[in-house]
């Protein structure tokens, strides 16, 4: 008998790898901790878990500053994957932390906008080579330059939202209308998905009246668009802002994020937090945070835990007194030089003569009687310079004019 062939079994549906929440931080404005920003919701990203990719598109190329590594001309950085048709993602890539890898930038890649803009979909390329992140990464930080060029659009084009770091004062908030402007504009054709999600505060100081009325103003701007086609429809502040911290701009010079350098300050705690918030806003679980001093979980499970029962620790016993000993007699005082002088004159002196009665009281009738004698005048003796004169002189005359 012939067997039938053997039919081969339906190949099992594979799901496609799923692709990661790329994330732009763009400002035309510089200085205002795009690049901090970055680094720091990349590493907590990290390490609440999450796998993710950092890409420099500075030519300050700060973003590699932080992790202490200094791009050089001959290391392959985002300029070989922009302007090389045959350089991957993999070629460029490098590790910086367990879970957080980088895409290091080099000055040369101020020069990459005209090269740019002679080649065609110069808007895309970006988007293109981040397609092999599918299924690598959960998320891609986009670290846009302070500028509106060929590579802000490129990272607009590339991203699914927006992140704006900003300052709460009044200028950042003027430039804040011509950025969403431009991403206006990339969303009416070259990418129609992209959204503005929210106001990135950093260096913020709450104690500022000045700062409170510009948060003040940035939502009740949103708050009209509420329901809206535009781009940032849904946009919001993002919580917590960041609190100016010195720590912040101390860990770039150690090469380290602010985890590595200083775990337990305002601006670690900040950084934790604004990155809890975004994962369990993106549908991420955020039990665990590698690294933190304490954790909700944690928290959780130390309060649920039954309290011990206190022991009582046994009474002190009195100390008895110790017999207290006599105190020895103070030495004598010591006797200067010149008393001691004294007291031997006084020693060697003869005693005196005792009185006998009588004599006695008859020195005290002599006292008691004893009257006051006058004194005698001495008589008037002629001066010797005055026996001596003549006696024309006597008469007070004058002798040639003088008087005598």
């Not at 709450?206 to 949103?222: L, T």
């Not at 103070?330 to 006797?335: I, S």
Request: hydrophobic content about 40%; aromatic content about 4%.
């Amino acid at each position: 008998m012939e067997t039938e062939p053997a039919i081969d079994a339906a190949p099992a549906h594979v799901e496609p790898p799923r692709p990661p929440v790329v994330v732009a931080l763009l400002n035309q404005k510089g200085g205002v901790g795009k690049t901090t920003s970055t680094v720091n919701l990349g590493a907590a990203l990290a390490r609440f878990g999450r796998r993710v990719l950092l890409v420099d598109l500075d030519p300050q190329s700060n973003l590699s500053l932080h992790f202490g590594v200094e791009a050089t001309p001959e290391q392959r950085s985002i300029r070989d994957l922009l302007l090389d048709p045959g350089c991957t993602l993999d070629d460029v890539v490098q590790q910086a932390r367990p879970g957080l890898d980088f895409v290091p930038a080099v000055t040369e890649l101020a020069l990459v906008e005209g090269e740019l803009a002679q080649m065609d979909g110069m808007q895309g390329i970006l988007r293109g080579k981040l397609e092999a992140a599918a299924g690598r990464y959960d998320v891609v930080l986009l670290d846009c330059p302070p500028s509106l060029g060929v590579l802000s659009v490129n990272a607009l084009t590339a991203a699914d939202e927006v992140f704006v770091p900003m300052q709460a004062h009044y200028l950042p908030l003027r430039g804040l209308e011509k950025l969403l402007q431009t991403v206006h504009l990339v969303a009416q054709g070259l990418n129609p998905s992209i959204r503005v999600s929210g106001i990135l505060l950093c260096m913020h100081d709450r104690s500022s009246g000045h700062g409170r009325a510009v948060i003040g103003e940035i939502e009740s701007q949103f708050e009209q668009f509420r329901g809206s086609d535009v781009p940032w429809a849904g946009a919001t502040v993002l919580r917590p802002p960041v609190r100016r911290n010195i720590k912040l701009a101390e860990a770039p010079s150690f090469g380290q994020t602010i985890f590595d350098y200083a775990p337990r300050c305002p601006g670690a705690a900040d950084y934790r937090e604004l990155a809890r918030g975004l994962l369990e806003r993106w549908g991420h679980v955020t039990d665990v945070f590698e690294g933190a001093p304490r954790t909700r979980a944690k928290a959780a499970r130390r309060t649920a835990r039954a309290p011990k029962a206190k022991v009582a620790k046994p009474k002190r016993v009195a100390k008895t007194k110790r017999a207290t000993t006599p105190k020895r007699a103070g030495k004598p005082k010591r006797v200067g030089k010149a008393a001691k002088k004294t007291v031997a004159s006084k020693a060697t002196r003869a005693p005196a003569r005792a009185k006998s009665p009588a004599r006695a009281k008859s020195t005290a009738r002599a006292k008691s009687t004893k009257v006051a004698k006058p004194r005698k005048r001495a008589a008037a003796r002629p001066s010797s310079r005055a026996a001596l004169r003549p006696a024309a002189r006597r008469g007070g005359m004058r002798s040639g004019g003088l008087s005598l």
